[in-house]
């Protein structure tokens, strides 16, 4: 059987995704190009021997339309002869993206392969491809869809989730990345965006609150209580799925669910043979990954099922994996997993997450890849489970390996 | 032509005169739309026509749109023909078609068209209008325009769901079509659907004049270029497409196929030209035709609402009865509720009461309304004191003398209405109707204090009075026919909608009522959380959960007749675990409702519910807590399965006859699942009898006995009967 091997990961620092955001001023184009260039330069790698790169974008239109992938690869001056296709599943596209490098690299369809993600989330608006399951009666109705926010707090309603428990983790997660920033736990992966000149724009993530206080996240308004409560009223659609709620507890605000931010990220994955051949050093074996459908109104509970699913498969239980590691879309949605799991929060998203330094949706799937690559090596562990929970209610994940 | 004439004047300019001959009121037959064809044609070929102006021969308006009637009869003719359901669809969406594609072919015959409307315009009459080049509407805030197809299960099916977003945008079109709304001309000439507001008589005059100075007119949406400016991929669109979406949700709680099929076709007809919109729109018209909602909702809603509100189930053979005079016995809520409709009415009403004092409080409850509205503008003073000058609050029986009816409305004991009975006969003519108006006493009982039975008759009205559009008359062992058409004259003259029962504890629709909260009850003790009790309960289309309901009677007056009905049947009321649970909540908790301020639920100072009680879980532990779609199906059938297989037991029993009285009075009494038509349409075009007692079998082994199908039900099911076929007899007879 062959194997997958994940040779390096990078990722862009996270730009605040409004226009003051210091990325703002450059392109989806040129973030992607920044993180492609980086993982080839820093491998002096021969792109000739790179099959593809699946770049994760959830909104591929305007700059980022147009199979934004293979405009990277051109524009990152790779090899003619490298294909490109962009990934869409939604804020798993980037695991989604290292997800199929590693399938393809394990059939034998590619050698040596890039997964990874783009989102200008502040030149390209969240929402901006349009898409038929809100808009289109005949689905929306059906699947009884409303906005992940809904989800979310029904999530927290609906498993026992008061807001100072969602207040409490998000303070965790700012002091965690805080902690990780400080301790240089992040600097293997980063690379600085540098701007049209070629001076450095960013090295940070520029999202991050480290004096986030329970005091200081109390005084922020429910951000779904509008919709959800008022117009257009979404509380009594999610309803109509979960009877069992009697009123939507809305808990989340902005400064308990994922940050709006600009980013860019690439992990590069390959057979040992062409890894050896390219005179590349392994540093984690992909086992697995997978992808579940779950119920969409609710939205964002598919992390639990992938993880259950994917473990599985793996012959795994829970005292295999030594990080566990959730994108944090909404603080909910991570004490769900962690309570469905009876998970050690010492061990799951160590470093912080997508609440303190943002979640650029295309993008986030391969970053939080890449920092677990970087964690199994720096805290000596063997095993990492990375998740996501997915639009229209969907799971995906992968279990790493390290390797040395 | 029968429907159209056609004047062509000195400048070429053709007037049509709509007018449906033998009709008050222009409506769109299968011979109008033959006829449209033709006139379009004219219209284009007719080389001596410019220009033409589509009027109304009728005083009434200008056409009030399709023909429910003639579409309900079709419905039915239709099932029988034999053919593949493909080629069915497609002959169907032919028949629909035609008048998409006549008024099409007159947006398009090359000439200018204008209509001039001087009455109301709706429904299909209101697309013909829309599918001119111009419209003149006479300023009369009396007239209305609208699209009413959604209040009977329908979507407009002739272009309104195309033209009408395109003229005045998706978010104002949606909102007047989802909820059948119409304007009047000032307002539909600001939202943009009327061009010209003219004086009253004028518009033909105006219309012409367009057509003179618009000899190339054309459609916005055929010009060259033409783009729809707010369609779900845009900005704005799809804001108002997503929360258009989830406020349809919210409202019909995915009962109501035809509001979902409206933004259906809004969503879909935005994206395409014209042409294949209108292709759109028949599809989803055909498709919402065939629902059992649809099918439902037109006989009960429409068809037979509007049959029972001429008198469709009164004995014949009696002059109208004219009531000019009644006397209401008890000014208490419902006495003065039942003396403000009848004043309302035009009926001299006396409103008598032990005391001066409280039949003049019976009497201020009519003041209070007619304040209101008369400072809301609803009426003008003069109509206000008029019609308050028409109560006399008395406590002399003697002014009865001269009433062509009494109301008795005193409290529920029989005793007391003997009493009233009475002294109230001693000063009534021979030929007057003695009416009680109880909701749970039998009238054949009550009869016995009357020296004259045969004019004694059950007035079953319900609270509050003014609002509800339902009296349920019950008749008594000895009423005759006569004092039933008497009875059924006096609630058309007070302007309600009346059905028949016969007598029995609790008649038709108190006990029918009765077993949604009594399910309620069932599914809490069983351990269900209450939320998913109450949550599926509205889901299902009743108007509130089944324990806000139990609240809102009364948990004490439930106790009351929990331990009535105990000692009649000679049982312990306590040994039965629902009376104990009772008897619990209301003796040891202290909690008698909504009226006490808590009940199953708490209520807020503004004295809505604010939450369920927390505390019942002492007394019954929550043993489900979640609520898969199954279960929701599951409960779903229970509420709605208990109710329908009561209202079969009193076919079953003789309480109810007519089938339309049953539907009817189950919508307006109760509120059941308006998107059914009611119990009986329920039974009949949601399931079939067949299956519908194979599903209450299942349900009763499951559940108990009060699943049990009767007898009726089996022989019908044994032929899939259906209560229209096998009860429907009065229906034929009128149509």
Partial sequence: ?404 | MENFKIDVDADGIALITFDVPGRSMNTITASVMRDLAELVKTIKTDANIKGAVIASGKESGFCAGADLGEMNQRGAAQAAAPASEDEKLKKQFEQSFSLNRAYRDLETCGKPVAAAIEGLALGGGLEMVLACHYRVAADNPKIKLGLPEAKVGLLPGAGGTQRLPRLIGVQNAAMMILQGQDKPPQEAKSLGFINEVVAPGKTIEAAKAWVKANPKAIAPWDVKGYRVKDGPFTPGGAMAAVGGNAMVSKQTNLNYPAQRNILSCIYEGMQVPIDAALRIESRYFIKTANTPQAKGMIRSLFVSMQALGKGGNRPEGFPTYEIKKVAVLGAGLMGAGIAYVQAKAGVETVLLDVSQESAEKGKAYSQRIVDKDVSRGKITKEKGEELLARITPSTDYSLIKGADLVVEAVFENVQLKADVTKKAEAYLAETAVFGSNTSTLPITGLAEASVRPKNFIGIHFFSPVERMGLVELIRGKDTTDETLAKAIDYVLKIRKTPIVVNDHRGFYTSRCFGTYPAEGVEMLMEGIAPAIIENVGRQCGMPMGPLEVSDSVGLDTALKIGKTNAELSQQDYKKDPRANLLSWIVEDKGRVGRKGGKGYYEYGEDGKPARIWPGLSEKIEVKVKECPPAMKEELTKRFLFRQCIEVARCFEEGVITDPRDADVGSILAWGFAPYSGGCISYMDLFWGTKKFVEEADRLAKQYGPRFEPPKLLRDMAAKNESFYERFGAKEKKAA
């Fill in chain 1, 1 to 404: 059987m062959r194997e997958a091997y994940i040779y390096d990961a990078v990722r862009t620092p996270r730009g605040k995704g409004k226009n003051t955001g210091s990325l703002h001023e450059v392109t989806a184009l040129s973030l992607a190009t920044q993180a492609l260039s980086a993982i080839r330069d820093r491998n002096s790698l021969d792109t000739s021997k790179i099959d593809d790169v699946y770049l994760g974008c959830v909104s591929p239109v305007g700059e980022q339309g147009s199979d934004i992938a293979r405009i990277a690869v051109l524009n990152a001056n790779y090899a003619e002869t490298v294909a490109g296709v962009q990934v869409d599943r939604f804020c798993a596209s980037g695991l989604e993206a290292c997800n199929i490098a590693a399938a393809k690299v394990k059939s034998g369809e590619a050698e040596m392969a890039i997964g990874g993600g783009v989102e200008a989330m502040s030149r390209v608006p969240m929402g901006s491809s349009g898409g038929s399951w809100a808009t289109d009666p005949s689905i929306a109705m059906k699947t009884y869809f409303s906005p992940q926010g809904i989800g979310a707090d029904t999530i927290a309603t609906k498993y026992g989730f008061s807001r100072d428990d969602v207040d409490a983790y998000a303070v965790q997660s700012q002091q965690r990345a805080a902690k990780s920033w400080k301790e240089g736990r992040f600097k293997k992966s980063i690379v600085a965006v540098k701007d049209q000149m070629g001076a450095v724009l960013l090295d940070h993530d520029e999202h991050m609150r480290p004096d986030t206080t329970m005091q200081s996240l109390a005084s922020l308004e429910p951000s779904f209580k509008m919709q959800g409560e008022m117009m257009p009223g979404f509380d009594a659609v999610i309803q109509q799925r979960y009877p069992e709620v009697e009123r939507v507890n809305h808990v989340h605000h902005a400064g308990n669910s994922s940050g709006i931010v600009d980013g860019a990220a690439a992990v590069l994955i390959g057979t040992k043979e062409m890894g050896e051949a390219l005179g590349l050093k392994p540093r984690a074996r992909i086992l697995g990954g997978a992808s579940i459908g779950s119920e969409p109104a609710i939205m964002l509970t598919g992390p639990e099922f992938v993880t259950k699913k994917l473990l599985d498969k793996l012959g795994m239980g829970k005292k295999d994996i030594d990080l566990w590691e959730l994108n944090e879309a909404f603080a909910a949605v991570v004490l769900r997993w962690v309570q469905a799991f009876d998970l050690d929060m010492e061990k799951v998203n160590v470093n912080g997450g997508a609440i303190a330094m943002g979640h650029p949706l295309g993008a986030t799937g391969a970053m939080i890849l890449g920092t677990m690559v970087d964690e199994l090596e720096r805290a000596d562990k063997e095993r990492a489970l990375i998740t996501l929970c997915v639009g229209a209610g969907m799971g995906t994940a992968t279990v790493i390996e390290r390797v040395n």
